[in-house]
T-cell receptor, first 116, second 114 residues
Framework: DAGVIQSPRHEVTEMGQEVTLRCKPI?????LFWYRQTMMRGLELLIY????????DSGMPEDRFSAKMPNASFSTLKIQPSEPRDSAVYFC??????????????FGSGTRLTVV | AQSVTQLDSHVSVSEGTPVLLRCNYS??????LFWYVQHPNKGLQLLLK??????LVKGINGFEAEFKKSETSFHLTKPSAHMSDAAEYFC????????????FGPGTSLSVIP
């Protein structure tokens, strides 16, 4: 298996632009997690899905952020409009449903977002 | 409330000497515990996990950790540090209210001096 695949690896955009981050989980992993990592706040869980359904989006910072999982093999995290304070590394992780807390996650390589 | 404390934000060791990264947790039940490693500009990789079986857990790259319930600790050790061990290490505990979610510690940065 190729692991969790994220794209793009790096994104530089101007303030106010829309940004879309993409994630392909491991086949058979029906739980998908979006995390944001910054120096100030560390790793923050933004949202997670089970079987394509959002279960907990309490970590989404504000309405500018939205996430979708239209099928079991694809998810997007969208920021519209983007702001400089959104600059961070965004990670996607996956696990088999109901097991992430017991057996752990597999993380993607992350997308480094810079908003100028 | 559940929490994870990593007692050192930064640890520096010489190559070939032992590594000790400390982690304490708080939980009202017997949690699962994990250590993840993150090398510079990389994603997080699962190093090892404790899931209520043996209290001494062996992971990849010669790392191991011991679950001590009485001390609510899960310290990570390695007998001999290698230059490639330089990375950020995260101690993680499973959440009480969810089979899916975990709580990450703040991380410990490990430097290895040649």
């Amino acid at each position: 298996d190729a692991g969790v695949i994220q794209s793009p690896r790096h994104e530089v955009t101007e303030m106010g632009q829309e940004v879309t981050l993409r994630c392909k989980p491991i086949s058979g992993h029906n739980s998908l997690f979006w995390y944001r990592q910054t120096m100030m706040r560390g790793l923050e869980l933004l949202i997670y899905f089970n079987n394509n359904v959002p279960i907990d989006d309490s970590g989404m910072p504000e309405d500018r952020f939205s996430a979708k999982m239209p099928n079991a093999s694809f998810s997007t995290l969208k920021i519209q409009p983007s702001e400089p304070r959104d600059s961070a590394v965004y990670f996607c992780a996956s696990s088999e449903p109901g097991t992430g807390g017991r057996y752990g996650y597999t993380f993607g390589s992350g997308t480094r977002l810079t908003v100028v | 409330a559940q929490s994870v404390t990593q007692l050192d934000s930064h640890v520096s060791v010489s190559e070939g000497t032992p590594v000790l990264l400390r982690c304490n947790y708080s939980s009202s039940y017997s949690p699962s515990l994990f250590w993840y490693v993150q090398h510079p500009n990389k994603g997080l990789q699962l190093l090892l996990k404790y899931t209520s079986a043996a209290t001494l857990v062996k992971g990849i790259n010669g790392f191991e950790a011991e679950f001590k319930k009485s001390e609510t600790s899960f310290h990570l050790t390695k007998p001999s540090a290698h230059m490639s061990d330089a990375a950020e290490y995260f101690c993680v505990v499973s959440e009480e209210t969810s089979y899916d979610k975990v709580i990450f510690g703040p991380g410990t940065s490990l430097s290895v001096i040649p």
